[in-house]
């Protein structure tokens, strides 16, 4: 998914679930913000404070992505969460140990990363943990069947459009996707180039594997968009147990039209689209304006820091600690840990 989805959509799904829009801000901005955290390191301050933050994306053209390591603490936690064969603890899928790190749609495993951040909400960071947890949950019905580790069953054959968006016809879509499979490693959907995050996209292709695979990506975000609403209306409760509504059938046909007549292939481009949606053509929690800045002037990055660049030292100032970019950054490692470390071994995987 791109930043159409993990900002606009998530934050109409906050919405509709009823949390207030500053707090919603937040969330969805943490939620696009996992993919925009490319770099990690320690930040050092004049008065000799130290900060170490963590990435929770790599650009897929890095050398980074060959390195086990960082391919289990970025892309398995952040963006290709293991579903398990889609089975409960104490119970393996068919076949080799990579079967259970494919990720699944609303799997087990990715509801009780949910609970945790519907548990620990009380943290300062409480409202960050929740966006990256709606990042990685949705990312659960994009990257299903891939996983994020290099393996060839990450490989893709023949993939084509199957819908009529015409978006891919061109002999030009075939040429990206040749240069694909000599240029980009078999990690994560690589290999598939942008088809799993196009919410418009009727799709298939074959996998390493020889298993034939249909997509149905407006189907499969409309789904997600309710079960991240869902997740957010027992993160109201605090309770992650309670029944909940979901998204209001007239909301969610919004939500169904913009993904499926919204048929272009750039991710900022159907952001503006839904931006634009959301002021004019208003859900039923009314008109409003949202944007989103990963860099710059207006990003968290300069709130925080009073700089959006790279500095060997920068002034420390007290709001640093309650600051949106260091909440998030918190949030991010408070996620992995928990992934890593507790929620995967519960499940017999061990990943770094």
């Known amino acids: 998914m791109q930043i159409d989805f993990h900002h606009a959509t998530t934050y109409v799904a906050a919405r509709l679930a009823g949390i207030p829009k500053k707090k919603a801000d937040i969330v969805a901005h943490a939620a696009q913000y996992v993919d925009d955290a490319t770099y990690g ?7 000799r404070a130290l900060y170490h933050r963590i990435s929770s994306a790599h650009p897929m053209l890095d050398k980074r992505n060959f390195k086990a390591l960082a391919n289990h603490h970025v892309w398995i936690p952040f963006h290709f969460l293991p579903g398990n064969g889609g089975l409960e603890q104490r119970k393996n899928p068919e076949g080799k140990f990579i079967e259970k790190i494919v990720c699944a749609p609303d799997s087990p495993i990715a509801r009780d990363m949910v609970r945790q951040a519907i548990v620990d909400q009380d943290r300062l960071y409480g409202l960050h943990r929740l966006g990256v947890a709606m990042h990685v949950y949705a990312d659960t019905w994009a990257h299903q069947n891939f996983a994020g580790v290099l393996h060839n069953i990450n490989e893709v054959e023949d993939a084509a459009e199957t819908g009529t968006s015409g978006v891919f016809d061109s002999s030009l879509g075939d040429i990206i996707r040749g240069i694909a499979d000599d240029v980009i490693p078999p990690l994560g959907h690589g290999r598939a180039t942008v ?29 997600a968009a309710n079960k991240l609403c869902m997740a957010m209306q027992r993160f ?21 039209d913009l993904f499926s007549n919204t048929t272009l292939e750039k991710g900022e481009e159907r952001h503006q689209v839904w931006i634009k949606a959301i002021e004019e053509d208003p859900f039923s929690f009314g008109s409003e304006k949202i944007s ?27 709001a640093f600690l309650k ?13 992995r840990h928990y992934v890593v470390h507790d929620l995967l071994p519960g499940y017999g995987i061990c990943a770094a």
């Not at 390191?41 to 008065?47: A, D, K, S």
């Not at 196009?198 to 189907?219: A, Q």
């Not at 309770?239 to 909940?244: A, F, I, K, N």
């Open 236 to 256: 109201i409760a605090g309770d992650p147990d309670t029944d909940v509504s979901g998204i209001p059938s007239a909301d969610m046909n919004k939500i169904q």
């Open 292 to 318: 989103y800045d990963a860099k710059g002037k207006k990003s968290w990055k300069k709130e925080a820091l009073d700089s959006s660049y790279d500095l060997h030292l920068y002034k420390y100032r007290k």
């Open 323 to 335: 600051s949106n970019w260091k909440l998030f950054h918190d949030a991010v490692l408070a996620h």
């Open 41 to 47: 390191g320690t930040i050092y301050f004049h008065n």
């Open 195 to 223: 088809f799993p995050d196009m919410p418009f996209l009727s799709w298939r292709y074959e996998n390493g594997e020889g298993k034939k695979i249909k997509r149905n990506n407006t189907d499969d975000f409309c789904v």
